[in-house]
T-cell receptor, first 113, second 111 residues
Framework: GAGVSQSPSNKVTEKGKDVELRCDPI?????LYWYRQSLGQGLEFLIY????????KSGLPSDRFSAERTGGSVSTLTIQRTQQEDSAVYLC???????????FGPGTRLTVT | GENVEQHPSTLSVQEGDSAVIKCTYS??????FPWYKQELGKRPQLIID?????GEKKDQRIAVTLNKTAKHFSLHITETQPEDSAVYFC??????????FGPGTRLSVLP
């Protein structure tokens, strides 16, 4: 079946602009996660959803970051007033339940110029 | 919250030798420990996982051991091959919380 998909695959934006990243999880997966991976760095947890609810938003780097999930499926990660330090690969993952294996999407490479 | 440490950060082995990567975790409530392999430019892929009611799990050349008392778990790769070269991430978590990933280990298998 189809895996996790993300769009766009690449995004180049000017500093100060807003960007929206999209994640389509595997059908039926209740949990969805967003991570950030900077060049040569590990995986930085941002936020997770159980259904449409995000119980823990403490991983978001600043109040410029927000995420939502509607209908228990698609999620969007929004970064307002982008900064150069936001440049990274943003990975989305989904799992059947919270303590099940996570399947990662291909990521969105964000470059802020 | 959970904190996962991973060692070594880089590891080089000769083809055919074994590789061992170790992780420790802090939250005794964690009950699920997956390992991910990330090849250059690709997404992380789950290679093996272990739950807290199991001490060891093996899948061909890959094995994972878990010591709940000491709160550490390890990945063992035997008969390493060049295609095993990648970054390996361990993670720990439990139901109702997010997974926390270790910082990763860059494994290089030298021909």
């Amino acid at each position: 079946g189809a895996g996790v998909s993300q769009s766009p695959s690449n995004k180049v934006t000017e500093k100060g602009k807003d960007v929206e990243l999209r994640c389509d999880p595997i059908s039926g997966h209740t949990a969805l996660y967003w991570y950030r991976q900077s060049l040569g760095q590990g995986l930085e947890f941002l936020i997770y959803f159980q259904g449409n609810s995000a119980p823990d938003k403490s991983g978001l780097p600043s109040d410029r970051f927000s995420a939502e999930r509607t209908g228990g499926s698609v999620s969007t990660l929004t970064i307002q007033r982008t900064q150069q330090e936001d440049s990274a690969v943003y990975l989305c993952a989904s799992s059947l339940e919270l303590d099940h294996e996570q399947y990662f999407g291909p990521g969105t490479r964000l470059t802020v110029t | 919250g959970e904190n996962v440490e991973q060692h070594p950060s880089t590891l080089s082995v000769q083809e055919g030798d074994s590789a061992v990567i170790k992780c420790t975790y802090s939250d005794s409530a964690s009950n699920y420990f997956p390992w991910y392999k990330q090849e250059l430019g690709k997404r992380p892929q789950l290679i093996i996982d272990i739950r807290s009611n199991v001490g060891e799990k093996k899948d061909q050349r890959i094995a994972v051991t878990l010591n709940k008392t000491a709160k550490h778990f390890s990945l063992h790769i035997t008969e390493t091959q060049p295609e095993d070269s990648a970054v390996y991430f361990c993670a720990g978590g439990n139901y109702g919380q997010n997974f926390v990933f270790g910082p990763g280990t860059r494994l290089s298998v030298l021909p």
